[in-house]
């Protein structure tokens, strides 16, 4: 049912079976945490609580610091695997993909709506690539974790 893409494997060198499922996986969910908080459609979770008469009432409490806990998960991951630094890195090298999509007419920045949701999946992007960044690390290098150690500082 599910196409091969989505779920082809590899075999690690101590002979463990990764799916390649989780990058589609952690690539949705990116999306859809940056698409739903904000789209220039206007159907996104701003925009609901920004029109609710008392924001204390119901769900709103619980959906407010559930994206709240979600957005805070996303940039702990992205800072801790990339850095400030590999953050900076990875947004100019979005937005020179969107300059590059701009200069060969694909895009129109100047229109609100194609500008925000260039900018809306640039920070989907960028969420998936914080949540990764250290698996593809570990893929290119062989070294698992980024952390400092205590000789290093």
Request: charged share 10%; no cysteine; hydrophobic share 55%.
């Amino acid at each position: 049912m599910i196409p091969d893409i989505f779920t082809s494997s590899s075999t690690t060198k101590s002979g463990k079976r990764v799916t390649h499922l989780a990058w589609w996986v952690t690539l949705l969910l990116s999306l859809a945490l940056a698409i739903g908080t904000w789209n220039p459609s206007g159907i996104h979770f701003l925009h609901y609580i920004s029109n609710v008469d008392n924001i204390l009432s119901g769900f709103n409490p619980f959906g407010i610091l559930i994206m709240l806990a979600l957005w805070l998960l996303a940039i702990k991951s992205i800072f801790q695997s990339l850095g400030l630094f590999g953050a900076a890195i990875t947004v100019i090298i979005i937005a020179s993909f969107i300059w590059g999509l701009q200069e060969y007419g694909l895009i129109d920045v100047t229109n609100f709506k194609e500008a925000g949701w260039a900018s809306t999946i640039g920070i989907g992007l960028l969420i998936w690539f914080g949540l990764n960044a250290s698996i593809i690390w570990k893929k290119l290098t062989g070294v698992y974790t980024t952390d400092a150690s205590a000789e290093d500082l």
